[in-house]
């Protein structure tokens, strides 16, 4: 399974001219959010097999407010 962070270790250098692509590759592309995934992985990994329910609870939350955040961030125009 690929890492959430891996796509942007393979970014095309330059970065691109548009500093909101330049900007979201440098977020997930630093050895910092690397280690924050990382953390989140083995934590997932140390505590999911005993408490499924738990953790797959908390990540459905987790990806439902990111989803949330991004459509306010960014709403549908019409």
Known sequence: ??????????????LPVNFVHAE????????????FVDFLRAELDRIGPAQEDLCRDFFQRAVALEFSFFEAAYPVRT
């Open 1 to 14: 399974m690929e890492l959430s962070h891996a796509w942007a270790s393979r970014a095309p250098q330059p």
């Open 24 to 35: 979201w590759i440098t977020l997930h592309d630093n050895p910092g959010f690397r280690g």
